[in-house]
């Protein structure tokens, strides 16, 4: 919105209203935040553009098409002697003798196949992100202990809206992928869960997290706001297919079930070392 307008981001404010008051959406999940609020809120900030866009080119006799928006003000391009600050220009549009409420509606692309609700069959979405990942680890072959050292991730955000952020969630999805990866994991008996706090639910500390080196592959979709992509989950995907990887690099052993425990890796390095033995007396 306050790219659209030419004002900065302490401008907008958003209102959280009761959710009776809002039109129906079918959700946001699968990392659509960015997607469909932003591409809403582009296109309900691109009406309201047009309409203040009207009144200036009114008042200044111009065409709308040659009124622009920049650093809070609006002006005429070629012409700087015609120009006002936005919020005078909102004044008096709003307050003209038309009446006039400056309002804007904004919708998000329903998604790139419609869903048939009889036939359970659709795609409500528009675009996807792609990760690659390198992974370094460090397998100690006695104990079985996996140490993470270094990622490296490639991820394909469209074009990245708040850079910052986005670094901060592709580190936030791998953390969770490599407690996925190495630590997480319910334990179930008779319908219960076993280990259900802090104390006994193993996840991944911060002395225990990799070095990140990260880097944002610009595609500039045509479906996101500005060229954006999801830019939140990624990397809980690539995350531990690429600890896995390592770790057969490091022991010859490929894993099958997540997490990939220190007492897994000590049995199968036990039976693989058996299997060996076994083949060596056969070819005796």
């Known amino acids: 919105v306050a790219e659209e307008l030419g004002l900065t981001m ?11 008051m809002t039109p129906v ?10 997607i469909l609020a932003g591409q809403a809120a582009q296109k309900a900030a691109q009406e309201i553009k047009r309409q203040l866009a009207d009144a200036a080119a009114k008042i200044w006799e111009v065409e709308a098409e040659k009124i622009l928006f920049n650093d809070r003000t609006v002006f005429v391009d070629g012409d ?6 936005f919020k005078k220009l909102t004044q008096i549009a709003c307050y003209s003798e038309s009446g006039a409420v400056i309002i804007g509606k904004g919708y998000s692309e329903y998604g790139l196949e419609k869903m048939d609700f009889e036939k359970g069959y ?4 528009v675009n996807y992100s792609f990760t690659s990942q390198l992974s370094a680890v460090d397998v100690d072959l006695e104990t079985g202990m996996v140490s993470a050292k270094d990622f490296l991730i490639a991820h394909d955000c469209g074009r990245p809206l708040h850079p910052v952020n986005v670094e901060a969630q592709t580190q936030g999805a791998a953390s969770q992928g490599l407690g996925q990866a190495l630590y997480e994991n319910f334990k179930m008996h008779e319908g219960r869960t076993m280990n259900s706090t802090m104390v006994n639910y193993m996840m991944p500390l911060s002395t225990e997290h990799p070095d990140f080196e990260l880097h ?3 595609t500039d979709d045509p479906h996101g706001p500005f060229g954006a992509k999801e830019a939140s989950e990624g990397s809980i995907i690539s995350t531990p297919p690429s600890i896995v990887s390592a770790i057969h690099d490091a022991t010859g052993i490929w894993f099958t079930k997540l997490p990939v425990t220190p007492e897994k890796i000590v049995l199968a390095l036990k039976e693989k070392k058996e299997r060996e033995n076994a083949q060596i007396e056969e070819n005796k």
């Open 216 to 218: 944002d592959i610009i």
């Open 25 to 34: 959406d079918n959700g946001s999940y699968g990392s659509r935040v960015t």
């Open 122 to 125: 659709g795609n409500p979405g």
């Open 10 to 20: 302490e401008d907008v404010t958003i209102q959280r209203v009761d959710t009776a």
């Open 80 to 85: 700087p002697d015609k120009s006002m600050p």
